[in-house]
């Protein structure tokens, strides 16, 4: 999986090293959002190059598949309906939340569904297809999967682990309380379950309470010497997070004590990037395979009239994942619509990336929050072929030079501000792999850091070459 480069031996001091090894994780940037009226959405990476996504569509009718050789021309690739709700009876309404995965050889759907006549009788089913490619491929409906416990349940979804497959769910026990919990069962087909399930999640927190008692959606990614697995919480509206649960890859996953939860949501609504109830994730990896991909759902606007079920407008996302030097995943913000940002390490300090901190700009390691070291590439304010650097998290904010120092500010709409924030983008000046950034109004002199500030300098040495030198990721 994607991790970053770290350095071979502790740097010390603000005097450059010999060159940091080029990060294995360089910069993907999408154009959000992907899909409109399409939420819970899963994306799966065959062998055949192509990316397949499903999704739920507003009218819980119809399970519709579209694919791409590139997770971007998902975005405009057609869209075919493979399978219709049943005219009456059982999975004849509400039809949620299909995965698409495939499995020794077969194409399998997993999906949830209610009767026509009792919508909120909800359990999940599957469908397969022999077919090479399975949107025009014939579906064989293999039927509801059989759970211990008869009652509202729903969000399946399988991975291997180990050489074990697991299902893992979401469902209500009268037993435990109100609510959905996360369950988990090992698999003896990809239709069916063996032995007992466990419960591994249940909402505790205030943040999984909030306008419903829920905890759904559950998704799989292994890391290193760790397994995850995301959740979304709360209801369906501004209040809908993501939630982490994590076990060593050697821990015996049926083992409730094994998964231990964040305290906090690790993904949330942000009001300063207008995105609200962000869940219902899935994970892919970038076409090269070096970076995850967060694949998720939200809504741009916080206040819904009526239930949050009834409205259409949640849309499909991504954005990279990131990750933290002890091998825990960085999920960030869920940034602005338009291009998601990039992150900046120093060619010479691999450990160090572009950070504000304070509205200074700065080279430093382990930033946290993540959104301080993440910056849109946007189209140069000045035009002239120029970019500028625009903050994820503070939007409208862009780095520029003031007095020969880099700073993080407001656009005030001056040509003085436009001048400034605007830079030519050059191939690195220590290496051409990386990137280097020219001002636009003081030809000559570029970003680089110095004592760990970012400042703008005319280059005249190997160091100075060094110091304004960048990789993205």
């Known amino acids: ?124 089913y599957v469908l397969e297809s022999s077919s090479a490619n399975p949107l025009t491929g014939t579906w064989t409906e293999k039927g509801r999967i059989s759970l211990p416990l008869d009652t509202f349940s729903l969000d399946a979804t399988t991975f291997v682990h180990n050489g074990t497959r697991y299902l893992s769910w979401a469902q209500s026990d009268p037993a435990v309380g109100a609510g959905t919990n996360i369950y988990l069962a090992r698999m003896a087909n990809p239709w069916t379950i063996t032995g007992s399930p466990v419960m591994i999640a249940r909402p505790t927190h205030a943040w999984e309470k909030a306008g419903a008692i829920v905890n759904e959606g559950p998704a799989f990614l292994q890391h290193g010497s760790k397994v995850f697995m995301t959740f979304s919480a709360s209801a369906t509206d501004a209040n809908y997070c993501l939630g982490l649960l994590t076990a060593n890859a050697t821990a015996d996953l049926m083992n409730p004590a094994s998964w231990t939860k964040n305290p906090e949501p690790v993904f949330k609504s942000n009001d300063a990037t207008g995105q609200y109830g962000p869940g219902h994730n899935s994970f892919t990896v970038s076409e090269d395979g070096k970076s995850d991909i967060l694949v998720y759902h939200d809504r741009d606007y916080k206040n819904i009239s009526g239930a949050p079920l009834n409205d259409p407008n949640r849309r499909t996302r991504f954005q990279k994942l990131y990750w933290k030097a002890d091998g825990t995943p960085d999920f960030g913000i869920p940034v602005a619509d338009g291009v998601t940002p990039q992150r900046f390490s120093s060619y010479n ?106 400042q703008v300098q005319t280059p005249s040495t190997a160091t100075d070459r060094a110091d304004a030198t960048f990789y993205a990721q």
């Not at 990316?51 to 869209?79: N, W």
């Not at 450990?351 to 140069?380: K, T």
């Not at 001048?419 to 990137?435: E, M, P």
Request: hydrophobic content about 40%; aromatic content about 14%.
């Open 1 to 124: 999986m994607a991790v970053l480069v770290a350095l071979a031996a502790c740097l010390a001091g603000p005097a450059p090293a010999a060159q940091a090894a080029a990060p294995a994780s360089p910069a993907v940037t999408f154009t959000n959002p992907i899909a409109l009226q399409r939420a819970d959405p899963h994306i799966f990476k065959h062998t055949d190059g192509f990316y397949y996504f499903t999704a739920t569509v507003p009218a819980y009718d119809k399970i519709v598949m579209r694919r791409a050789t590139t997770l971007q021309g998902l975005s405009t690739a057609p869209e075919t309906t493979i399978w219709t709700k049943h005219a009456s009876g059982e999975m004849g309404a509400h039809i949620w939340a299909p995965e698409i995965h495939f499995i020794d050889g077969k194409w399998y759907v997993y999906f949830t569904a209610g009767w026509s006549n009792d919508k909120w009788r909800i359990r999940p």
């Open 349 to 454: 300090f691999a450990d160090r990336f572009i950070r504000h901190w304070e509205y200074r700009a700065r080279i430093e390691a382990n930033v946290s929050p993540l959104a301080d070291s993440q910056f849109r590439v946007v189209a140069g304010l000045t035009g002239s072929g120029t970019v500028s650097l625009e903050s994820a998290n503070f939007p409208g904010y862009y780095l520029r030079h003031k007095n020969y120092a880099v700073w993080l500010e407001k656009n005030d709409g001056t040509a003085q501000f436009a001048s400034d924030a605007s830079f030519y983008k050059r191939a690195g000046l220590a290496d051409s792999a990386g990137v280097s950034y020219e001002s636009y109004n003081l030809a000559g002199r570029y970003v680089r850091h110095y004592e760990y500030l970012l």
